[in-house]
């Protein structure tokens, strides 16, 4: 077992508060260890989504989760935005502020979506030199998290899981390792899932993100709305076995059940820690087992929709 | 890595991604998306075909439609919960269309999709769409429901204020609205319109000039919108400029009273709504 090199702390098993389910979270007060919520939906400070966000966190740790810092884009820092983040993060006191390894847009113009990167050295540097003045500005650490793509590009110089190690190292920022977009990209783009996350810095995890997704057949599309496929809990297993107690959250945001049903989806979370406590985190023998089932699942999607 | 290779060519990380944005919010098809003069500026229709790997099931069209794809369905989706009135009114198709329309005139350069539409009834305005102000106005007023939604939460006057305030200190006060308020004039039936479509019982009106006062109010996070008398509109629209109540009663029922309506019933009528305003916390301080 590694703690992450921040000793930050494992918040347990949370859930990504959405709108549809404030009303039973402040009625019922439900035993969630944590939320995480969408930055951008609270930065404006004002209506009943903050009113309830202030009446959670009375009762709730809250980690912020940001899709609009748009870290790869050659647009300048957007320190309007930063300021708003800044002071959200200081209301919600959350213990790191999350957003994503991509870009949104550029010219100004933003696509509100999480485009996919140029694995360069020139990306490398320009992200890394971004991340950096992020974190002093923000006076906290920044947390970055894997995106499920569907596109890559001839220009590209390393692997996603190199570029990532690489700018997590040279930043001196934490990973936010979401499973289900290594699942997603690694049959998008038919690599090994295994190989991804043994090349990620275990200790520089400080959250896994978990979620459903849509199997189009030719490819996957990360829709966040569906139970999560055993596939990526035993990625989930695999990659908790290298890095030990991560904070850990359920995404649901479309289609999204009952709250009971997120929250019983997240706490599954659970038994495949406790299994793989039973099967000694971190040994080798565990790692090299599991890698080939994972690999044997992978193939058995390509080959069915070859 | 995907086992389609292409050569490596290195390629400037600005060229890229203004290529790539150019093709993402293209709303034409994936051909001229990709040869369109904009996304050819930055990159030949070679040089960017080159750079993007097919996968063993798609291509190198298919991949990056998937981005485009999702860009036109979040970017409609995003309008159309905003304007549910003018989706109903125009129809799926041609609601679409004017999205296409707009997103092309107008991008999205705001970090949250909260700020998308608000170009939105200027645009409509410049478009020629028959009933254009009709639906400029009814987007306008769902705008303005929406912003009440998200305003600073100010706790109104309480009862124990209102009490407090000496009888004939009442002529002179002057009246400050919460933050979650707003009052509108439309030349046009759009709160008939939008209330026909909230609640399905009400008749839809014609689409002809007739207007329409409205004040939109957010009370214990709850958003209300209210039809108002062109008397109570002028009394409210007083009252928030800071005109004394003395002063905002004289003026309304200077105007107001005719051989049609009675002194009597005009200031029984709107003391009855000011009363309502006052009861529903409209007002946020009373200056006596």
């Given at each position: 077992m590694l703690p992450n090199r921040w000793n930050l702390p494992d918040l347990g098993f949370g859930v990504g508060l959405r709108s549809v389910h404030y009303d039973y979270i402040l009625e019922n007060f439900p035993p969630v260890d944590w939320f995480e919520v969408i930055s951008e939906n609270y930065l404006s400070q004002g209506g009943y989504s903050f009113y309830a966000l202030e009446k959670i966190r009375e009762r709730y740790p809250i980690v912020t989760h940001g899709v609009s810092l748009s870290i790869g884009s050659t647009d300048p820092l957007n320190f309007t935005y930063l300021e708003r983040l800044k002071r959200l993060a200081d209301l919600m006191d959350t213990p790191w502020v999350s957003d994503h390894i991509c870009w949104t847009g550029v010219n100004g113009r933003n696509t509100h979506d999480l485009l996919p990167i140029l694995y360069t050295e020139e990306t490398l540097g320009h992200i890394v030199k971004r991340i950096r003045t992020i974190q002093d500005f923000l006076g906290r650490r920044v947390v970055l998290e894997n995106v499920s793509t569907y596109v890559e590009f001839a220009?590209?110089?390393?692997?996603e899981w190199e570029f990532i190690a690489r700018m997590a190292e040279d930043a001196d920022c934490g990973l936010l390792l979401d499973v289900n977009n290594v699942f997603v990209s690694a049959f998008n783009h038919n690599f090994d899932a295994k190989e991804f996350i043994d090349a990620i810095p275990a200790d520089r995890i400080c959250q896994y993100h978990l979620a459903g997704h849509t199997h189009k057949g030719t490819h996957i599309i990360d829709t966040h709305s569906d139970h999560v496929v055993e596939g990526v809990w035993e990625l989930y297993r695999y990659a908790y076995s290298r890095s030990g107690g991560r904070a850990t959250l359920l995404e649901w945001d479309e289609d999204i059940p009952s709250f009971e049903v997120v929250h019983a989806e997240a706490l599954k979370a659970r038994a495949y820690r406790d299994n793989a406590h039973a099967e000694g985190a971190g040994s080798g023998s565990a790692i090299v087992s599991t890698q080939k089932s994972e690999q044997q699942l992978l193939h058995a999607f390509a080959n069915e929709y070859d | 890595m995907n086992m389609i290779n292409k050569a490596h060519e290195p390629l400037p990380l600005a060229d890229f991604q203004r290529w790539m944005v150019s093709v993402v919010t293209h709303f034409g098809t994936d051909d001229q998306a990709w040869n369109s003069d904009v996304a050819t500026a930055e990159l030949s229709h070679d040089r960017a075909l080159h750079n993007v790997l097919p996968s063993k099931t798609l291509t190198e069209y298919d991949r990056i439609g998937i981005y485009r794809r999702m860009y036109f369905l979040r970017m409609r989706d995003s309008l159309a919960v905003d304007f549910p009135s003018v989706l109903h009114l125009l129809g799926k198709p041609q609601f679409e269309e004017l999205t296409e329309q707009y997103f092309t005139a107008h991008p999205s350069n705001s970090y949250t999709l909260n700020d998308t539409g608000l170009k939105f009834p200027s645009f409509v305005r410049s478009t020629t769409l028959p009933d254009k102000e009709f639906i400029a106005q009814l987007a306008e007023l769902e705008l303005a429901i929406s912003a009440v939604m998200e305003a600073p939460e100010v706790p109104p006057i309480s009862a124990v204020d209102i009490a407090g305030i000496p009888p004939d200190a009442w002529d002179t006060a002057i009246f400050t609205a919460v933050e979650a308020f707003s009052l509108h004039e439309f030349a046009y039936p759009v709160h008939d319109y939008f209330c026909a479509v909230e609640d399905k019982h009400n008749e839809f009106p014609n689409i002809q000039p007739h207007p329409n006062f409205v004040y939109i109010h957010r009370s214990n996070f709850h958003t209300q919108h209210y039809a108002l008398r062109a008397e109570e509109y002028r009394l409210l629209e007083l009252l928030i400029q800071g005109t004394t109540l003395g002063e905002a009663f004289e003026a309304v029922q200077q105007v107001f009273t005719n051989k049609q309506t009675n002194l009597e019933e005009l200031q029984a009528r709107i003391s009855s709504r000011f009363q309502e305003w006052i009861m529903n916390g409209v007002f946020a301080a009373i200056r006596t």
């Open positions: 220009a590209s110089t390393m692997p | -």
